[in-house]
């Protein structure tokens, strides 16, 4: 089916999955899930900042603005 060879496709674009990048605020280490996108939010695990995801190959983040999630998702 379309679907699992699309499946396949998206599994082979992962590998660089689990990637780990810095947190911009206190430079901690920290280990991103298998599928970020540009815009998410994750919490660094150290300092408890919010980081925003702005580039997903390498991962890239950002200090997150202070707004309420309020993205259409
Ligand atoms: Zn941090």
């Given amino acids: 089916m379309y679907a699992d060879r699309f ?3 998206k599994g082979i674009s992962r590998v660089q999955t689990g990637a780990m990048t810095t947190c911009p ?3 901690a280490g920290l280990t991103l899930h ?7 939010i994750v919490d660094c695990s150290t300092c408890g900042t919010e980081l925003e995801v702005v580039e ?4 890239v ?3 997150a603005p202070e707004l309420d999630e309020d993205w259409g998702e």
């Fill in 7 to 9: 499946g396949t496709l």
């Fill in 56 to 59: 997903e190959n390498p991962p």
């Fill in 34 to 40: 298998d599928s970020i996108e540009v815009g998410e």
């Fill in 25 to 27: 605020e206190c430079g």
């Fill in 61 to 63: 983040l950002d200090l």
